[in-house]
C-alpha cells in the first residue's frame, strides 16, 4: 500500500495523485534541494540553511512538470492555489532558478504581479538565494531587478502591471504571484501569448484565494482560472496543456474555519512550514472574511468581505409588511455622475426592516452619465408624502442644493457624513452586532444584496468601516453604506429620550 503523503494530494489536482507519468519534478527538486536556501528565518528553517522539499512538495513538482509522450513538459499554463505561508514564495523562486540555470540557452524567466513591490517578493529570495551560494554566484550576475548568466545568455527580470503590459517579450519560465489581486486578464495574456515561439514554455500562477469578481462585476482572471481548473478535474473541459492544483477545505466556504481539521486541509504545511500557534492566536483576532480567505483559501464575493459569510442573506424576510404606522428613517447617498445613487428606508423599530426605496446606477456601456437629480428628489418628496418619515438623511457631499430646496419644502433633512471616520467606524460596528444578532430584517432585494457583498472593511488604528475596494472600481456600495447609515440612525430615534427627530440640516457626521 502506498504511503500517505501529509499535506498531499490537494483538494482539487489536474493530475491524479496515483498517476504514474514522466516528470521532471525530481531534476527541479534535486536543484532547490541542492541550491536553494531560506531567505528568513521562521518555522520552517533558519536563514541560510539549505530548503529540503517536504514530500508533498515533491508530489507537487512531479504534476506541474510532467512530460508528454514526446518528453515535451506536458503543461504550458498552471495555477496553484494554498493558503498564505506555505513557502509558495520560496518554492517559485527556486522554480525560477532551476530554470535559469538548467533551462534552455537564451531564456528569459521573469517574476510577474500586480505591482513591482508584488513582483520583487519572489525575485528578492530568489536573488537572495543566489548570493547565499557559492556556486550560483560565481556563475551569474546579480543586478537589483535582475540575474544574467552570461554563459547561457539567460536572464531573470521583474515585472510588473504598473510598468505596463510589455510586448516583445519571449518568456520561457514565469513566476505570476498573487494572481488574485490581478485587475484584468492584460499581463497574463501577454506574457501567455509572448511564450508563443518558445518550445516548452511555463505560465505559473502561485496565489491565494480572493474576489471572485474584478472591478468591472465579471469574474477576475484568478478566479475564472480557478473555474476552469475545477473543471478540467471533473472532466467537463479537456485542457491537457493546464495544470491546476488547490488546496481547500473538503466543505469549501461552507466549512467550519475555527476547526483546526479545516485549516490542515487547506494549509499542507501546517505546523511545520506555517505554526499553528499562529492559527490559534489570530483567529479571533481577525476579520473572518479575512481568515477565510487567507488562511483556508476560500473565495469571498468581495474583495475583503466585511460579513461573515452567508449572514446577510440569513437575515431576509421578503414578505415582512411593514408597520403603517412605524416611523421611517430615510438613508440617501451618491454622486453627480459615473457611480450610482441610492434612497434606503428603514423602520424605526425594536427589529428594524430595511429595504430599497430607489436606486440609480450609471449603465455598464454607457460613458457619459448624470445621475437624475430631479427623479432623486422627486423620490424623496413621495416616500415622505406616503410614510411617516423621521428624518431624511443625506450625505451633503455635492447634494447642499437639493438638500436646500427639500429642508425648505418641509422634510426633515439630516446632514449624515459619510466620509466621516469616527461616525462610520462607529456605525459599522453597531451594523455588523445587528448582523450577528439578527437584530434586524431585510427585504431581499438582490441590488442590496450586491451592494452589501461590494463593501470592503478597512481596518486601522481607528477602526473598522465599510469603503469602497477602489476610487475607480464599478461596484457600487451606496446601498450598502446606506444601511449602514440608516440603521445608526433608526436605532437613534428608537433610543433618544426625544422621539422629535433633528433640527434641519444638524451636522452628526
Known amino acids: 500500500m502506498a504511503r500517505s503523503v501529509p499535506g498531499w494530494p490537494p483538494r482539487y489536482c489536474t493530475l491524479s495523485p496515483t498517476a504514474r507519468t514522466r516528470s521532471r519534478g525530481g531534476d527541479a527538486a534535486e536543484?532547490?534541494?541542492?541550491?536553494?536556501?531560506?531567505?528568513?528565518?521562521?518555522?520552517?528553517?533558519?536563514?541560510?540553511?539549505?530548503?529540503?522539499?517536504?514530500?508533498?512538495?515533491?508530489?507537487?513538482?512531479d504534476g506541474l512538470l510532467a512530460e508528454d509522450a514526446a518528453g515535451r513538459l506536458r503543461h504550458r499554463a498552471a495555477l496553484i492555489g494554498m493558503a498564505?505561508?506555505?513557502?509558495?514564495?520560496?518554492?517559485?523562486?527556486?522554480?525560477?532558478?532551476?530554470?535559469?540555470?538548467?533551462?534552455?540557452?537564451?531564456?528569459?524567466?521573469?517574476?510577474?504581479?500586480?505591482?513591482?513591490?508584488q513582483a520583487r517578493i519572489v525575485f528578492g529570495a530568489a536573488r537572495r538565494m543566489?548570493?547565499?551560494?557559492?556556486?550560483?554566484?560565481?556563475?551569474?550576475?546579480?543586478?537589483?531587478?535582475?540575474?544574467?548568466?552570461?554563459?547561457?545568455?539567460?536572464?531573470?527580470?521583474?515585472?510588473?502591471?504598473?510598468?505596463?503590459?510589455?510586448?516583445g517579450l519571449s518568456p520561457t519560465f514565469v513566476v505570476f504571484d498573487e494572481v488574485h489581486v490581478q485587475p484584468d486578464d492584460e499581463l497574463w495574456n501577454v506574457m501567455q501569448l509572448g511564450a508563443g515561439a518558445r518550445r516548452e514554455p511555463m505560465l505559473l500562477g502561485i496565489t491565494t484565494a480572493g474576489a471572485r469578481t474584478d472591478a468591472h462585476g465579471r469574474d477576475s482572471l484568478c478566479y475564472g482560472l480557478y473555474q476552469h481548473g475545477k473543471k478540467v478535474v471533473a472532466g467537463e473541459v479537456e485542457d491537457p496543456s493546464f495544470f491546476f492544483a488547490w488546496w481547500e477545505p473538503v466543505a469549501g466556504v461552507e466549512a467550519d474555519h475555527h476547526d483546526p481539521k479545516v485549516w490542515r486541509e487547506s494549509n499542507p504545511g501546517l505546523d511545520?512550514?506555517?505554526?499553528?500557534?499562529?492559527?490559534?492566536?489570530?483567529?479571533?483576532?481577525?476579520?473572518?472574511?479575512?481568515?477565510?480567505?487567507?488562511?483556508?483559501?476560500?473565495w469571498t464575493v468581495g474583495n475583503t468581505a466585511a460579513l461573515p459569510h452567508g449572514s446577510w442573506d440569513r437575515l431576509?424576510?421578503?414578505?415582512?409588511?411593514?408597520?403603517?404606522?412605524?416611523?421611517?428613517?430615510?438613508?440617501?447617498?451618491?454622486?453627480?455622475?459615473?457611480?450610482?445613487t441610492a434612497i434606503l428606508g428603514i423602520t424605526v423599530e425594536e427589529?428594524?426592516?430595511v429595504w430599497v426605496v430607489d436606486l440609480w446606477e450609471k449603465p455598464p456601456d454607457v460613458k457619459e452619465w448624470r445621475v437624475p437629480v430631479v427623479?432623486?428628489?422627486?423620490?424623496?418628496?413621495?416616500?415622505?408624502?406616503?410614510?411617516?418619515?423621521?428624518?431624511?438623511?443625506?450625505?451633503?457631499?455635492?447634494?447642499?442644493?437639493?438638500?436646500?430646496?427639500?429642508?425648505d419644502e418641509g422634510l426633515p433633512m439630516v446632514e449624515y457624513s459619510m466620509g466621516s471616520v469616527e461616525r462610520m467606524v462607529k456605525a459599522w460596528k453597531l451594523f455588523y452586532d445587528l448582523v450577528l444578532d439578527a437584530g434586524f430584517t431585510h427585504s431581499g432585494d438582490p441590488r442590496l444584496a450586491r451592494h452589501i457583498a461590494n463593501m470592503t472593511l478597512k481596518i486601522d488604528s481607528r477602526g473598522a468601516r465599510p469603503t469602497k475596494e477602489s476610487k475607480v472600481s464599478e461596484r457600487h456600495?451606496?446601498?450598502g453604506v446606506c444601511t449602514v447609515a440608516g440603521l445608526d440612525r433608526a436605532v437613534w430615534h428608537l433610543t433618544a429620550k426625544s422621539a422629535a427627530p433633528p433640527a434641519p440640516f444638524v451636522m452628526i457626521g
Request: proline share 4%.
Open 31 to 61: 536543484f532547490i534541494n541542492a541550491y536553494a536556501r531560506v531567505t528568513k528565518a521562521s518555522v520552517g528553517g533558519s536563514a541560510g540553511d539549505l530548503i529540503r522539499l517536504r514530500l508533498w512538495q515533491e508530489k507537487l513538482l
Open 84 to 117: 498564505r505561508k506555505n513557502g509558495k514564495s520560496a518554492l517559485g523562486a527556486g522554480l525560477a532558478l532551476w530554470s535559469l540555470f538548467l533551462g534552455d540557452a537564451g531564456g528569459e524567466v521573469y517574476s510577474v504581479a500586480g505591482t513591482r513591490d
Open 130 to 167: 543566489v548570493e547565499l551560494d557559492e556556486e550560483l554566484s560565481g556563475t551569474a550576475k546579480v543586478y537589483r531587478d535582475a540575474i544574467e548568466v552570461p554563459a547561457s545568455g539567460s536572464v531573470y527580470r521583474v515585472l510588473s502591471r504598473e510598468a505596463g503590459a510589455s510586448e
Open 272 to 298: 511545520d512550514i506555517c505554526a499553528l500557534e499562529d492559527f490559534r492566536s489570530t483567529i479571533n483576532r481577525t476579520p473572518e472574511a479575512e481568515f477565510r480567505t487567507k488562511r483556508t483559501n476560500v
Open 316 to 340: 431576509a424576510a421578503p414578505d415582512r409588511v411593514i408597520d403603517p404606522d412605524a416611523r421611517v428613517v430615510l438613508m440617501a447617498d451618491g454622486s453627480w455622475s459615473g457611480d450610482s
Open 351 to 353: 427589529s428594524p426592516h
Open 375 to 407: 427623479d432623486v428628489e422627486n423620490a424623496l418628496r413621495a416616500t415622505t408624502r406616503d410614510l411617516p418619515v423621521a428624518e431624511v438623511g443625506m450625505d451633503p457631499y455635492r447634494w447642499q442644493r437639493s438638500m436646500s430646496v427639500l429642508e
Open 477 to 479: 456600495i451606496d446601498l
